[in-house]
């Protein structure tokens, strides 16, 4: 799953962001150029490399980071976001591409669609001697089916004994409703879920969201893996 994470950089996301480095060249704008180059190199070596299925925290917010970065130079002012971590926090281990993909889940269906932009906030809490993570928008929100439907799936995940063994697509079916699977639920979502449950045991993921008010997804975890 982590390397079908890895291999999911979407290439319109590249393609975008070069042609935002090509834009800012031709208006002569070299130090953004230059800062670009450098978070696009940070992004896409940390995405490609193998190895550990951990990072620590502090690695996976950098990352995420990076991404907001480049993001927030494609949309300007219609993107702003906000990260607070208890440094605690920071050198304790996570599944690696834990935060990215939800924020990005959160720019394309939350906030892209809106002429006004909105916020992305990142928090790491710990709580109940838990570690909490939480990703929060103020985009467009979730239909309420479509939100229950995503629920209904997470439950499914975090009821299942063990998903080491049953951590592929193919086996949604057998712990949902056949019209509820990783591609109608969110891949990212689903990577995410049976990743968190396969590592971690007291785990958990929740999403909240209100029509044209936003999204929260938090994901929780004790400090021992399996």
């Not at 925290?57 to 219609?78: I, N, W």
């Not at 889940?105 to 909490?132: C, P, Q, T």
């Not at 799936?153 to 080491?164: G, H, K, M, R, S």
């Not at 879920?193 to 999204?215: E, P």
Request: net charge neutral.
């Amino acid at each position: 799953n982590l390397l079908a994470m890895q291999a999911q950089m979407n290439p319109h996301f590249i393609y975008n962001m070069l042609s935002v480095i090509s834009a800012a060249s031709i208006e002569g704008e070299n130090e953004k150029v230059t800062e670009l180059c450098c978070q696009l190199s940070r992004l896409l070596r940390y995405a490609a490399s193998k190895g550990n299925q951990f990072a620590t925290l502090q690695g996976e917010v950098d990352y995420a980071l990076c991404y907001c970065k480049l993001m927030q130079a494609r949309y300007e002012d219609k993107l702003k976001y906000d990260f607070s971590v208890e440094g605690e926090l920071n050198k304790i281990q996570v599944p690696k591409l834990i935060i990215q993909p939800l924020i990005e889940n959160a720019i394309i269906h939350g906030l892209s669609s809106l002429s006004e932009g909105g916020l992305i906030y990142v928090r790491g809490f710990k709580k109940d001697d838990k570690m909490w993570l939480s990703i929060a928008d103020t985009g467009v929100g979730i239909e309420k089916d479509k939100l229950d439907s995503i629920r209904k799936y997470l439950d499914n995940i975090f009821a299942l004994p063990d998903t080491e063994t049953a951590a592929s697509s193919k086996n949604d079916s057998n712990y949902a409703d056949s019209e509820i699977n990783r591609k109608t639920v969110g891949v990212g979502i689903g990577n995410i879920a049976y990743r968190v449950k396969g590592m971690y045991n007291n785990s958990g993921m929740k999403i909240y969201s209100r029509k044209n008010h936003g999204t929260v997804i938090q994901i929780y975890f004790g400090n021992n893996s399996k």
